[in-house]
């Protein structure tokens, strides 16, 4: 029995393998795509929530709505996320089958679970007190750059090559980092903290927008191919 592979099985194999990574590629894109305009939704309502302030008759009760809302916002979010990504990880999981890396399943939790316990912590404390001394600072911060972790992380992990726009999500969002520090520290403004987070918010509705627009293009070729 002959153990030669052929010209056009070797053709075939690659058309097969061409396929596979146009179709990850498309799980991979349209799951950034619906986590980009989630994840903007819940910037905007962190930043300009609070101007409900300006309302007189609920006042009294605005730390409490900011909390029950960031609170929900947020669990709403993470469900979402998880869902959106469920396809996406089983991909990941078994790239790092193949590639012979080791499960940190376990690791992964426990750093999930704590940034939970750090997330609701960070709600409550700008919920009730805002961002008035060196501590909540630190906090708040810290907050947002967890986020900036998981969403490099997560880039890493789905794309060999970033897509357009990660790139463009990573860049807003670090240039509203930035501005908002300054906002905060230089010039103490509420109106120019808020403003400092349309890059951010602006920039990762055009990646969710972009991302859907081009997995749909792959997935075109996918079933044209």
Same mark, same amino acid.
């Given at each position: 029995m002959s153990s030669d592979i052929s010209e056009n099985d070797?053709?075939?194999?690659?058309?097969?393998?061409?396929?596979?990574?146009k179709f990850e590629f498309y799980i991979f894109r349209k799951a950034y795509g619906s986590y980009? #305009? !989630?994840?903007?939704? !819940?910037?905007?309502?962190? !930043?300009?929530?609070?101007?409900?302030?300006y309302l007189p008759a609920i006042v009294p009760y605005i730390p409490y709505i900011l909390f029950t809302v960031y609170l929900i916002t947020f669990v709403i979010a993470v469900w979402i996320t998880r869902r959106i990504f469920r396809k996406a990880s089983y991909i990941i999981g078994f790239k790092s089958i193949l590639n012979g890396s080791q499960s940190k399943s376990l690791e992964n939790r426990r750093l999930n679970i704590l940034s939970m316990v750090f997330f609701?912590?960070?709600?409550?404390?700008? #919920?009730?007190?805002?961002?008035?001394?060196?501590?909540?600072?630190? !906090?708040?911060? #810290?907050?947002?750059?967890?986020?900036?972790?998981?969403?490099?992380?997560?880039l890493k992990l789905t794309f060999e090559k970033l897509p357009v726009e990660g790139i463009i999500a990573l860049a807003t969002y670090i240039l509203s980092t930035a501005m908002s520090v300054f906002s905060v520290f230089a010039l103490k403004s509420q109106f120019d903290f808020s403003l400092s987070w349309l890059p951010a918010i602006t920039g990762w509705y055009f990646s969710a927008f972009y991302a859907k627009y081009s997995s749909r293009q792959y997935l075109e070729e996918l079933n044209g191919s």
């Amino acid at each position: 029995m002959s153990s030669d592979i052929s010209e056009n099985d070797i053709a075939g194999l690659r058309g097969v393998a061409n396929k596979a990574l146009k179709f990850e590629f498309y799980i991979f894109r349209k799951a950034y795509g619906s986590y980009y #305009s !989630v994840w903007a939704t !819940v910037i905007f309502l962190f !930043v300009f929530l609070p101007y409900l302030g300006y309302l007189p008759a609920i006042v009294p009760y605005i730390p409490y709505i900011l909390f029950t809302v960031y609170l929900i916002t947020f669990v709403i979010a993470v469900w979402i996320t998880r869902r959106i990504f469920r396809k996406a990880s089983y991909i990941i999981g078994f790239k790092s089958i193949l590639n012979g890396s080791q499960s940190k399943s376990l690791e992964n939790r426990r750093l999930n679970i704590l940034s939970m316990v750090f997330f609701i912590i960070a709600i409550i404390l700008i #919920s009730f007190y805002g961002i008035n001394n060196i501590l909540e600072f630190l !906090v708040f911060y #810290s907050f947002l750059i967890i986020i900036l972790f998981y969403l490099l992380k997560g880039l890493k992990l789905t794309f060999e090559k970033l897509p357009v726009e990660g790139i463009i999500a990573l860049a807003t969002y670090i240039l509203s980092t930035a501005m908002s520090v300054f906002s905060v520290f230089a010039l103490k403004s509420q109106f120019d903290f808020s403003l400092s987070w349309l890059p951010a918010i602006t920039g990762w509705y055009f990646s969710a927008f972009y991302a859907k627009y081009s997995s749909r293009q792959y997935l075109e070729e996918l079933n044209g191919s």
